[in-house]
């Protein structure tokens, strides 16, 4: 189905916050039913961590804005209200498109002032989500990393990174590069009704093995571990088996953590499907957005083992640049050790 044709006035009801971020037109078509994307022009592809971040990177560059991938645990969700737009369904539903992020990155890159400093994709919304299919802006943003000898890293659920992997690998022969892979619930059923638009756990283990297959090093993000529904040492000791069968050359796990309007959001969905567990998440929760030490502890305990038995400390002597490095909350890569247990 070709888009000519399925464009919308972007003076017809746009909202204020999206003609704040340079609205060009808003878009549906039948070949993503349900989902409407607004193409924006942005003024800037690099954005830098604030001075007291203490992740393992400055920058960051994320394509688009909103996620049909639907996590409803996503950390990012609130980004979408400086819109104008709600954190629930419209984060799923109403993805913001920069159609010019990789000629405004080249342009950045290219200033005197760029220290070719590592930048982290990935960290807020999945740049291999669907719409990657259709806009196909990761070539034009690698391209331009590699060009200009800026090292990168690459953290996703998306399948669509199989379409890029020559690239990444021609890539890896100028710059550092990094690919982690996000799986955090081995259960298919249960990852459909928590990441309705991810694709299949089965489908991403395939992912790891591609990625180990062209010489590179994956870190898997085990995470976030979901209070009493993927913390169980049955679902953890077959999560973490098939990573490793897989090739991964080790994980990063911590709990999930409900921040702003994510908590609202997380928790709706848990009252209508899980309602027994809403009194747990209370006393494990309180009113804050992380869980207790104690819990951190006993998941730690449980982790660790499962780690050692299956040789994901990551040493796995793949050919190309060290994967993802640990992270402290659920964005970000770097290249750095592999083994991060919150």
């Known amino acids: 189905m070709r888009w000519q044709g399925q464009a919308l006035d972007a003076d017809d009801g746009a ?8 609205l060009v037109r808003t878009v549906q078509t039948p070949e993503f039913e349900g989902i409407t994307f ?31 991938h639907a996590c409803r645990y996503c950390f990012a969700r609130p980004t979408h209200e400086y819109l104008d737009l709600d954190a629930g369904r419209d984060f799923d539903s109403q993805v913001v498109v920069k159609t010019n992020v990789a000629a405004v990155l080249r342009r950045e890159l290219a200033r005197r002032s760029w220290k070719r400093e590592h930048v982290a994709l ?35 659920k998306g399948t669509l990174l199989r379409r890029d992997l ?27 009704a928590i990441e309705p638009g991810t694709p299949s756990p089965k489908a991403r283990l395939e992912l790891i093995r591609a990625i180990t297959d062209a010489g590179f090093d994956c870190n898997v993000m085990v995470a976030p571990v979901i209070p009493y529904l993927t913390d169980s040492t049955r679902h953890l000791d077959e999560l973490l088996g098939a990573i490793a069968d897989a090739g991964a050359s080790g994980v990063t796990v911590f709990p999930m953590h409900l921040r702003g309007s994510t908590r609202g959001w997380f928790l709706n969905w848990l009252a209508e499907e899980h309602p027994a567990l809403i009194r747990r998440y209370r006393q494990l929760y309180g009113r804050g957005a992380y869980v207790t030490p104690e819990y951190k502890l006993w998941l730690r305990g449980r982790v660790a083992p499962l780690v050692e038995k299956y040789g994901l400390g990551g040493d ?22 592999a083994l991060t247990l919150f």
């Open 15 to 22: 909202l204020p916050g999206l003609a704040r971020a340079g």
């Open 316 to 337: 796995s002597g793949h050919r190309q640049e060290a994967s993802p490095a640990p992270v402290r909350e659920l964005v970000g890569a770097g290249t750095a050790p």
């Open 166 to 192: 020559p690239l990444l690998t021609l890539a890896a022969r100028q710059v550092p590069v990094g690919i982690g892979v996000s799986l955090a619930i081995g259960d298919p059923d249960l990852q459909k």
């Open 122 to 156: 990935g960290t807020n919304t999945d740049p291999y989500q669907r719409a990657e299919g259709r806009y196909r802006l990761m070539p034009g943003i690698i391209g331009a990393l590699a060009e200009s000898g800026t090292p990168f890293s690459i953290l996703t």
């Open 38 to 68: 607004h193409e924006v022009l942005c003024k800037s592809a690099l954005n830098k961590m604030p001075d007291e971040s203490t992740l393992p990177f400055r920058f960051t560059v994320n394509a688009f804005r909103g996620c049909s």
